[in-house]
């Protein structure tokens, strides 16, 4: 299966501000997608980034909040703009594999003070 | 894409079997079933995926019934460590591309 590297593991950051989240792929993938887990709860779809297009993005969550990069078949970044409080959750990023359902990034906790 | 129900928690003592139940009521003909563990401050981590009838690996096996409404997902032998979130997701076999989580199921295992 893919192994997916990702980065910032955790940050504490101030509201107004934004972060971006990398992820990096051992292997060329189409699709890449980005999660977010509130904490105790399960994980939302924010996005799909398809490389060479725009992301496509779940209902509930805009580009202006949350632009995404997807520049090769190996790497994406997903960015938090303008951070509020609630904002904090881990942010996770995933791809799929052939026979092993989809791998997931270790994932960025987030808390915005 | 099926909506999937599973209890919200269950508790097992250390040795014991755990079947946890997975209800996706809607699942499509191209659509088969994955499994995932998560632990706390970790992503899921996948652990077995079905069509139809049985599948068993070296850490579980998933029973799917012949209209693939619900999938059991077995864990023979439990122990501490498997103490975890398990979520059934529901993925489209063509072209796969998003999945929709529920809200899984929190295993106890206790000594």
């Known amino acids: 299966s893919a192994v997916i590297s990702q980065k910032p593991s955790r940050d504490i950051c101030q509201r107004g501000t934004s972060l971006t989240i990398q992820c990096q792929v051992d292997?060329?993938?189409?699709?890449m997608f980005w999660y977010r887990q509130q904490p105790g709860q399960s994980l939302t779809l924010i996005a799909t980034a398809n490389q060479g297009s725009e992301a496509t993005y779940e209902s509930g969550f805009v580009i202006d909040k949350f632009p995404i990069s997807r520049p090769n078949l190996t790497f994406s970044t997903l960015t938090v703009s303008n951070m509020s409080p609630e904002d904090s959750s881990i942010y996770l990023c995933?791809?799929?594999?052939?026979?092993?359902?989809?791998?997931f990034g270790s994932g960025t906790r987030l808390t915005v003070v | 894409l099926a909506k999937t129900t599973q209890p919200i928690s269950m508790d097992s003592y250390e040795g014991q079997e755990v079947n946890i139940t997975c209800s996706h009521n809607?699942?499509?003909?191209?659509?088969?079933i994955t499994w995932y563990q998560q632990f706390p401050s970790q992503g899921p981590r996948f652990i077995i995926q079905?069509?139809?009838t049985k599948v068993t690996n070296e850490v579980a096996s998933l029973f799917i019934p012949a209209d693939r409404k619900s999938s059991t997902l077995s864990l023979p032998r439990v122990s501490l460590s498997d103490t975890a979130v398990y979520y059934c997701?529901?993925?489209?076999?063509?072209?796969?591309?998003?999945?929709?989580f529920g809200d899984g199921t929190t295993l106890t295992v206790k000594p």
């Open positions: 079905g069509y139809k």
């Open positions: 809607n699942i499509a003909t191209n659509d088969y």
């Open positions: 997701l529901v993925v489209r076999g063509t072209n796969a591309g998003k999945s929709t």
């Open positions: 995933s791809v799929k594999g052939q026979k092993d359902g989809y791998t």
């Open positions: 292997s060329q993938v189409t699709m």
